[in-house]
């Protein structure tokens, strides 16, 4: 719990201290062992956090969660070779989805989106269980792959549908509502309406801003930059690029400069001097 809070406060360095410290205590905790290679990603420690990775499947080699980090610390350091050589181990479903973000994010970064489609829409069409905002989720996750593949009728149909879900669940869970509002950007963004989707996007940061919670603020603004990236809005984008490539986050991978360069997102900003030097640039262990 110490290292849980210490981690929304933005001491990375405690949290993980204090992580290793219960792991310590309990070797054999494999949600444990999972954290302390995701605090290590987090901080963009990725040699440590494919230590770690590899401790703990020495223990549970076909665990899907442990499977699926590791595959995420190299899609980070952009080695996607190695990341589709553990994805081919995962078969996400309905009932057991872990891996699906994961498959659909190599496809986007490898630009090859129709097994990724099939699969998502195969699990969406079984998936009558998911709470809502996970439906929702994956749904908008399939309008972007169909967006990329150019197939944009349907990914309007997908957009459409997502945000009004997601404005129905704005009222009835306002608890939620910063990472409701996140994805409502996303799905305005998806629909070309970019003063909507940076006004939601900017509500979600003003609930939960990275001051408040490390974890989750940062992971807004990521939102923010990837949606004015898209518009190429390089004068909105890049400073909060800047940022993020310098601070810990969890963002299943956190922004690298390999993600800079292989993520579609970012093509509107490719021709940019500044965009060029970010995704040029070696990365190194956040604070």
């Known amino acids: 719990m110490l290292g849980n809070i210490?981690?929304?406060?933005?001491?990375?360095k405690e949290s993980r201290a204090y992580t290793d410290q219960a792991l310590a205590l309990n070797p054999q905790d494999r949600l444990l062992r999972d954290g302390a290679a995701r605090i290590r990603e987090a901080t963009r420690d990725f040699p440590a956090a494919l230590r770690s990775y590899d401790e703990a499947l020495s223990i549970w080699p076909d665990e899907p969660a442990l499977v699926d980090g590791k595959a995420q610390v190299y899609q980070a350091l952009g080695e996607l070779d190695q990341a589709d050589a553990l994805l081919e181990k995962l078969r996400p479903t309905a009932k057991n989805p872990t891996g699906l973000d994961t498959i659909c994010y190599q496809a986007t970064l490898r630009r090859r989106f129709g097994g990724a489609i099939s699969l998502l829409q195969t699990c969406l069409d079984q998936a009558s269980s998911w709470p809502s905002m996970?439906?929702?989720?994956?749904?908008?996750?399939?309008?972007?792959?169909?967006r990329l593949s150019g197939n944009l009728a349907a990914a309007n149909l997908n957009y459409s549908r997502v945000r009004d879900e997601l404005e129905q669940g704005l009222k009835e869970q306002p608890a939620n509502a910063d990472g409701i509002l996140s994805e409502l950007a996303y799905a305005y963004a998806g629909l070309g309406d970019l003063q909507h989707a940076l006004t939601f996007a900017d509500r979600a940061i003003s609930l939960t801003p990275a001051s408040k919670d490390a974890v989750e603020g940062s992971l807004l603004e990521e939102t923010r930059a990837r949606i004015a990236a898209r518009f190429g809005r390089s004068d909105l984008a890049i400073p909060i690029l800047e940022h993020l490539l310098k601070t810990s986050y969890y963002g299943y991978p956190p922004l690298t400069p390999a993600l800079l360069r292989l993520d579609p997102d970012?093509?509107?900003?490719?021709?940019?001097?500044?965009?060029?030097?970010?995704?040029?640039?070696?990365?190194?262990?956040?604070?």
């Open 6 to 12: 210490t981690r929304r406060q933005g001491r990375w």
């Open 134 to 146: 996970d439906r929702a989720g994956y749904r908008q996750q399939l309008g972007d792959l169909q």
């Open 266 to 287: 970012f093509d509107p900003l490719r021709g940019d001097p500044r965009f060029q030097k970010l995704a040029s640039s070696a990365p190194k262990e956040a604070k």
